[in-house]
């Protein structure tokens, strides 16, 4: 990475700066590691107010840097969704795109911008952020981040939960503690950290098609009646040329130790270790980690249903694919009923489950009382018996009997 213009990113990091200012600097660095080819996926709110800050990321970073797609014209590949959800696979998607361009076979460079957004219109009888005038009239703005905090139960409102849940910090409840004037902010902060962290797990995961080095930028776009504001929140760096590098730098996800600093030109936003550079978590490895530290603690009940089943597992013919997925269908069918955490956590820790599954995971993980979710995540396995490698299915029957043979 080129020394002086990551300082630059770096330094920008918790910082309001003008609308085009961090996406300069980003060009600025990227310009500076000369890859052969950039890409670029943007993820924003569905909301129209987001509609300068996805003009100024293709004005200054995408027009400038990105192969032609249609004759002159230049796009990223952009998701929109109410609170700016980063969506399990678009990463995936976009590489492959990216990876077609002439020059991509010796490497690319795949930047991934992750806008939340709330309002700043400082309107009277209002709180300092949230709040949008939008057609000449006070609008919750993000309007669904909005909803989140007030216990909207939506779709959307779920899934923003579940993630501002991951790892068992409640998040919400933090965000809900917090003085109403920067209460939104926050919240738009740790829901773009949390998408950004998302999007890194999904990169992690997966094998390009080509040499790939993607960043990752979580943002908070400041919407306003005049010209828009916005603050990046930090940097994943996830380098697979060679040796896999993963490296994140800027705020952390904890809500509750944001530090907000009033200034002439805008606000700072600051915590503990921001600016350190650390290595990324792998959470797969994680999940597998802890998992095998107490699975030895953790009981599996007798039950004869179990016993037969694991038996069945380690007599059937290994020549035989079809066996091999009837063994593993009664293993999973009854390890669901009688214990399926130790299923769950096995599965996902060995890569046969998505790792869309990963709040999911460490649910599972924490929680006593997680047989519910730990089912779920059975289910997506047993619904994909039919279409597994038949050195898959057998490699999955033996894990499985190696977990419940010790009951």
């Not at 950039?38 to 003009?55: F, I, K, N, P, R």
């Not at 795109?97 to 930047?111: D, I, S, T, V």
């Not at 998505?354 to 997680?370: F, G, P, Q």
């Amino acid at each position: 990475m080129s020394p002086l213009h990551v300082v630059r990113l770096y330094e920008a990091i918790g910082v309001e700066k003008p609308m085009a200012e961090i996406e300069r600097t980003l060009r600025a660095y990227v310009t500076g590691e000369k890859p052969p080819v950039v890409g670029a996926h943007l993820v924003t709110c569905s909301d129209g107010a987001e509609y300068e800050v996805a003009q100024v990321f293709r004005r200054e970073f995408v027009r400038t840097l990105l192969p032609a797609l249609h004759f002159d014209d230049k796009a990223p590949f952009h998701t929109a969704s109410l609170g700016a959800r980063y969506e399990w696979g678009s990463a995936r998607v976009a590489e492959s795109h990216f990876a077609l361009a002439k020059g991509a076979e010796q490497w690319k460079l795949l930047a991934i911008k992750i806008n939340a957004h709330v309002g700043a219109d400082a309107l009277p009888g209002h709180a300092t952020f949230g709040i949008l005038n939008r057609y000449g009239k006070a609008s919750p703005c993000c309007g669904a981040l909005a909803a989140l905090l007030a216990g909207d139960l939506r779709p959307f409102s779920e899934e923003l939960t579940e993630i501002l849940g991951t790892e068992g910090v409640d998040r919400l409840a933090q965000l809900r503690a917090l003085p109403e004037d920067h209460r939104a902010l926050f919240a738009a902060i740790t829901s773009a950290r949390l998408q950004a962290r998302r999007a890194m797990l999904d990169v992690q995961d997966h094998e390009p098609e080509t040499p790939t080095v993607t960043l990752i930028l979580p943002c908070v776009s400041f919407n306003r009646h005049h010209h828009d504001t916005e603050m990046l929140l930090g940097v994943y760096v996830c380098d697979r040329r060679g040796e896999p590098h993963d490296e994140y730098c800027g705020l952390g996800d904890r809500p509750a130790q944001y530090k907000l600093i009033p200034g002439a030109e805008g606000v700072r936003v600051e915590d503990p270790q921001m600016r350190v550079p650390r290595v990324a978590r792998n959470h797969r490895r994680l999940i597998r980690d802890a998992w095998q530290a107490r699975r030895g603690e953790a009981a599996i009940p007798r039950n004869s249903r179990l016993e037969a089943a694991v038996q069945a597992a380690r007599n059937h013919d290994r020549t035989n694919h079809t066996a091999a997925r009837l063994a593993l269908s009664g293993l999973l069918g009854v390890a669901a009923t009688v214990a399926p955490v130790p299923a769950a956590l096995a599965l996902f820790g060995e890569g046969a489950l998505a790792i869309h599954h990963t709040s999911r995971a460490h649910r599972v993980l924490s929680d006593a009382k997680a047989d519910p979710a730990a089912r779920r995540m059975l289910q997506d396995v047993h619904a994909r018996i039919e279409h597994l490698a038949p050195v898959e299915a057998q490699n999955l029957v033996e894990l499985l009997v190696e977990e419940y043979g010790r009951a």
